[in-house]
């Protein structure tokens, strides 16, 4: 203890001079007082963090044995018991100390020297009473916190306690040492020994000093009994503080190091002669690293105002270095000033050490990645990025370090090297170190290849915690290779052959086609010389060849090579100097003029037979540019439009061009320019030089894309005849449908002449009404207004009828029209109306009912109407003849409009008997009929129209037991293509 | 009693109905219209005085079913069928289940006038025959089976003589038997007699 030193030196100093021992023994005695109280705070405050320690244990202990999970209330109990347990068996350093655990609610759940105590609440008991801020044990468990105090107990006496918070039990465990049992355990150790001080000073010194006199002897041995009691309560009173497992000390306010016990001197290795008395900072602990020296200054600066300082630091053991959760803590005399600090250090749990370790190990990885030019970074065991250095950020081309942070790096492998990668990464994390080129993906997508070196990370136990990988972007490298790579092949490859020449005209290198074209082995070659190969280069002339080739860095000659058969061969030779470390080397490379001689030739051949071949087809092959001008056409042109290929490519195309077919053609113009390689057929008329126009049928081929023809390349031929040919068998089918017409007109004609008579049967009543009203009228009776009123109105009603009966001829004459082969926009309503009026009356007739389901919005149809016209009676007329021998009294036609896809389908549907399946591949041929009186032709006609139409016509059962016709037209918008698809199926 | 005939129109052509209709109201007959034969059969009155107007080819029930429904139903109604077809089957069933006339579309000028006109003269004179034939029947009841089988042989020619011989009575007899019938029936001659029981059928109905 402190204050035995200064006794002692008052002791020695006695010896040598009252005077002085005397003023020292005054000294000594208020000294002494002062050490006293100043050394019992301190004590008291070490016995109060020890008890926090020891409540702190037996958290630990119970935590420990629950897993951090929280308890059932018979857990709890055994918990409690386990405490009290525990705490029997715990070496405690005072007798009286005693420990209880105060449940969440603030009741005493266990009092191990008072068991009555149990159940009472200390719920408001402030804890601190010393402190500004007063905490009450409710407080202290809403915080969770742990604390060490001097307070009073719930009897009143003082007393130091250590409150440990014990998560899952959510209660506090508190052990308390009364200050008492300290106090005299104080006084019974140093007490005595200060009075004995006091009286020693006042009564001794004297009486030593006289024996002084008479010999040291007997001084010495009071003065050795003096010493040995103070050793022997130094050692007892040591006992606490180096009984303790933390590191306590003592400090003067400037930070003076007064004390430390023997766990911190141990854990230093140090002798309390290399500390003491020296400034803390200077102390061996706080060595080697000024950061922390600074921070300890500070630290003891704030401590010295009276604050309480706390901060985890690492400090210099003899062994190592470890961290510590350090506290200094200030010690207060009865006026309030800070008169002493209390320096303590606690180990940390290795967990906590192993923690900081790798936090301050990331530290340090962070600093020596953040500056390394390679790419280093820190995959955890799922290969996510959990660190990348600046260098590694820009190699992925990643702004910032977010977009790649938790990443996984195996996407950005390319597939090449993924597996290969994942491998690695998984033979790191079992602890391997391994290298791997691999190719990947940067950010924005280029590929880039690395060099990976790599080794497992590991945490302060020694366990793989990451993959720490240091690569570095060898595209450039790998590039460069490859570029040397291709340079060799393509040399080593190349069919010419290829010289690297020495000064001494001895070959460097060869490459095989050398070696082949020559007829020398490789080997044979490198060990030759120009002079052996070619004989216009003898040794004597070299030099000057050299000269001349150093001075013009480029040389291009012919010359001829002597082959190993001994055969000339005639080459061309471009020769070009190349220095390069200091050395200077001739690159020759050769040409075969002989066979380039012989591929000119064969060119030449070719052109010509293409030419030939162009030039004498029949078809007319022209080239187009895309702005339509003309660039080239074969001379047949001479024969179909009678112009000479010269004459005809001045003059545009669009002026030859029939003036109904230039909106088509521009029209398959566009549409060939808008798309490589398409393809377009067509037939159009282009005038003669004689005026007349020729029909020529044309395929133009998109090739703008395509080297060396980079036009449109159109092939026509003069289908004029054939075209004619076409158009009289086109003709004589219209005069057949026609004909048929005609034929179904007769059939219908009974029907249509009694429809016709009805409106004339109205006529004549009418007339005859009128007739009779003016011949029985009187004289004057013209005047009579109702008479006039219905003369109007039988006049009107005449009118109406005579156009009904002029309608139906119309109607019928429409019919037995000849097809002016027009094609027109139509409307399928208007068709299918007028078709169904024109055998309404049969339909009537035969009680036949139509239905049509056809949706407004439908397109207009191309077509010959008066073709279209004709299939659909002709249908009509089929179903109701077919309904006609119907039994049912139910006879129905159905007539439907479908849109699908650029075509409408018509279908018409009967309920009649329907058709015999094996007729129905015949049904559409010529002279085929099921009827008894019928020619056979309707249907093979009608399919001949809607095919000219460029639809189709089907027959099939329906689910009515009947017959479904169904053909297609194309939509209006297609006018142009239905136009040519006419043409064509003709 | 006053005659005031209606004209039935019946054809599914509302031109042709309307025609008709103008001809009829010329001649200043009333007349009906209707679009079917069923139509017509369900609202016409039988007790009113007319004749009828039909198309032969009609949705529904036909012109000469009509008619054949009318004869079947004993309803004495001048018909007259018009078609578009005058086919001679058609034509002579028709005539032969008593119709009038028969007419082909269209009909020439005043055809149809002339027939309606003859149909309803017919049907007037019918009208009137049937009050006076009714008024013979019930006097011809009132005959004695002597008087009727005296006015049998009246009816036959036999002179008086030998209608006595035959029933083997006095010609005295026969001559008072003689003028009771014609006191009885009231007529004034024996043609009119005669007339009389032959359109009353008097004669057959009594056997």
Redesign the interface.
């Known amino acids: 203890m402190a204050e035995n030193r200064p006794s002692t030196k008052s002791f020695r100093l006695a010896r040598t001079s009252i005077g002085v021992l005397l003023v020292a023994m005054l000294v000594t005695a208020v000294a002494g007082w002062l050490a006293f109280l100043i050394s019992r705070q301190a004590v008291l405050n070490s016995v109060a963090h020890e008890s926090l320690s020891l409540a702190q244990t037996l958290v630990n202990n119970v935590e420990f044995e629950l897993n951090d999970s929280k308890v059932s209330s018979q857990e709890r109990t055994d918990l409690l018991e386990h405490i009290a347990e525990v705490w029997e068996h715990q070496e405690r350093p005072f007798d009286n100390s005693f420990v209880c655990v105060v449940g969440s609610n603030g009741n005493v759940e266990l009092h191990s020297a008072k068991p009555d105590m149990v159940g009472i609440s200390v719920a408001s008991s402030v804890i601190n009473p010393n402190a500004a801020e007063r905490k009450t044990i409710l407080d202290l468990l809403a915080s969770k916190g742990s604390l060490a105090v001097q307070n009073k107990d719930f009897f009143g006496n003082d007393q130091l306690a250590g409150y440990a918070y014990s998560p899952s039990m959510d209660a506090l465990v508190v052990v308390h040492v009364p200050a008492s049992s300290v106090e005299s355990h104080f006084l019974s150790t140093a007490l005595p020994w200060v009075l004995a001080l006091a009286f020693m000073a006042t009564l001794l010194i004297p009486i030593s000093i006289g024996l002084s006199h008479l010999g040291y002897l007997s001084s010495d041995r009071e003065a050795e009994q003096a010493r040995q009691s103070q050793r022997q309560s130094d050692r007892r009173f040591k006992a606490i503080f180096d009984s303790t497992f933390q590191f306590i000390g003592l400090m003067s306010v400037d930070g003076t190091l007064l004390e430390a016990n023997q766990t911190a001197l141990n854990f230093g290795g140090l002798k309390k002669e290399d500390v003491l008395n020296k400034p803390f900072w200077e102390t061996y602990w706080w060595r080697g690293d000024d950061d922390r020296v600074q921070q300890l200054k500070g630290a003891i600066a704030r401590a010295a105002q009276g604050e309480f300082v706390r901060y985890s630091v690492s400090v210099l053991g003899a062994e190592s270095e470890e961290i510590i959760d350090f506290t200094i803590q200030p010690v207060f005399n009865d006026d309030g000033k800070v008169v002493l600090l209390v320096p303590e250090g606690r180990l940390i749990t290795e967990q906590r050490v192993a923690e900081v370790k790798l936090a301050e190990s990331e530290e340090r990885l962070k600093a020596v990645i953040d500056t390394e030019p390679e790419c280093v970074k820190l995959l955890d065991k799922d290969g996510r990025v959990l660190s990348l250095n600046p260098a590694g950020l820009k190699m992925v081309e990643a702004e910032s370090l977010d977009q790649v942070l938790h990443q996984s790096i195996f996407p950005v492998i390319d597939d090449e090297h993924r597996e290969a990668y994942m491998a690695m990464h998984e033979r790191v994390m079992q602890g391997e170190t391994a290298q791997l080129e691999f190719g990947m993906y940067s950010l924005n997508g280029a590929h880039r290849w690395m060099d990976t070196h790599a080794s497992p990370f590991r945490d302060a136990t020694g366990k793989v915690i990451g993959h720490l990988a240091v690569t570095r972007d060898i595209t450039q490298k790998k590039m460069v290779e490859k570029q040397l790579r291709f340079t060799q092949f393509s040399v080593d490859a190349c069919s010419s052959p290829i010289f690297w020449i020495r000064q001494d005209a001895s070959f460097f290198y060869v490459n095989e086609a050398a070696a082949l074209k020559f007829g020398y082995p490789r080997d044979a070659l490198l060990s030759m010389s120009v002079h052996d190969i070619d004989p216009s280069y003898p040794a004597e002339v070299w030099p000057d060849y050299w000269e001349n080739m150093q001075k013009k860095k480029t040389l291009n000659f012919t010359t001829e090579i002597k082959c190993r058969d001994g055969f000339m061969i005639p080459v061309e030779i471009s020769t070009h100097l190349l220095e390069t470390e200091g050395e200077e080397f001739v690159f020759a490379f050769v040409t075969d003029i002989a066979e380039r001689k012989v591929a000119e030739d064969l060119i030449r051949v070719n052109e010509a037979r293409f030419r030939a071949l162009v030039e004498n087809s029949y078809d007319v092959i022209s080239m187009f540019s895309t702005n339509g001008r003309m660039v080239y056409t074969s001379p047949s042109v001479k024969r179909v439009l009678g112009y000479e290929p010269a004459q005809i490519i001045d003059i545009n195309p669009g002026a030859i061009l029939h003036p109904d077919d230039r909106e088509s053609v521009a029209a398959v113009i566009k549409q060939l320019v808008g798309q490589a390689d398409s393809i377009s057929h067509g037939i159009y008329r282009l005038r003669h030089k004689n005026g007349s126009y020729r029909t020529v049928e044309a395929t133009a081929t998109n090739l703008l894309d395509e080297p060396g023809v980079n036009s449109i390349v159109t092939i026509f031929r003069d289908i004029t005849e054939r075209y004619v040919a076409e158009e009289r068998l086109r003709e004589r089918e219209t005069a057949l449908a026609h004909v048929a017409r005609v034929s179904t007109m007769g059939e219908i004609a009974a029907g249509i002449a009694h429809e016709i008579k009805q409106p004339l049967h109205a006529v004549a009543n009418f007339a005859t009404a009128t007739t009779v009203a003016l011949r029985s009228a009187p004289e004057d009776s013209i005047q009579n207004p109702q008479l006039s009123e219905d003369l109007v109105e039988w006049n009107g009603a005449i009118k109406t009828a005579a156009q009904r009966a002029t309608a139906i001829v119309q109607r019928l004459r429409k019919y037995a029209n000849k097809s002016d082969q027009s094609v027109e926009t139509a409307s399928v309503v208007t068709l299918i109306g007028e078709a169904i009026d024109l055998i309404a009356f049969e339909t009537r007739r035969h009680k036949v009912e139509i239905e049509t389901d056809i949706p407004t919005d439908l397109p207009d149809v191309n077509c010959d109407r008066i073709q279209i016209y004709q299939v659909l009676v002709n249908l009509l007329k089929n179903a109701y003849e077919v309904l006609k021998l119907s039994n049912s009294d139910e006879r129905k036609i159905w007539i439907r409009a479908t849109q699908m896809e650029g075509q409408i389908q018509l279908s018409i549907s009967d309920n009649g008997s329907g058709i015999d399946t094996k007729k129905q591949g015949k049904i559409f041929d010529a002279f085929y009929t099921t009827k008894p009186n019928g020619m056979g032709m309707g249907l093979a006609i009608s399919r001949t129209i809607v095919e000219d139409h460029g639809g189709s016509m089907s027959v099939e059962e329906n689910e009515y037991g009947g017959a479904t016709f169904a053909f297609t037209l194309p939509v209006a918008s297609k006018c142009l293509a239905s136009s040519q698809e006419r043409v064509d199926a003709v | 009693m006053q005659y005031n005939p209606t004209v039935y129109v019946v054809d599914d052509?509302q031109?042709?109905r309307?025609?008709?209709r103008?001809?009829v109201?010329?001649?200043?007959v009333t007349s009906e219209a209707f679009a079917s034969a069923e139509e017509f059969l369900n609202q016409f009155d039988a007790s009113q005085p007319g004749c009828l107007v039909t198309d032969l080819?009609m949705?529904g029930m036909s012109g000469v079913e009509l008619q054949q429904k009318l004869a079947e139903s004993g309803i004495h109604l001048p018909v007259i069928i018009?078609t578009?077809?005058a086919e001679t089957q058609i034509t002579v069933k028709a005539v032969k289940t008593g119709a009038v006339t028969v007419l082909e579309?269209?009909?020439?000028?005043?055809e149809?006038?002339d027939a309606i006109r003859a149909a309803l003269v017919q049907d007037a004179k019918f009208r009137k025959n049937v009050g006076a034939q009714k008024q013979f029947q019930e006097k011809f009841e009132t005959l004695s089976a002597d008087e009727r089988k005296v006015l049998e042989f009246m009816m036959e020619g036999m002179a008086n003589k030998v209608i006595a011989r035959r029933l083997d009575v006095s010609i005295r007899t026969v001559e008072n038997r003689r003028q009771r019938v014609f006191e009885k029936t009231g007529t004034d001659s024996l043609a009119e007699l005669v007339r009389m029981v032959v359109e009353t059928k008097a004669v057959s109905i009594s056997e």
């Open positions: 052509d031109g042709a309307d025609s008709v103008a001809l109201r010329s001649m200043g080819r949705d018009i578009a077809h579309k269209p009909c020439r000028e005043f149809l006038f």
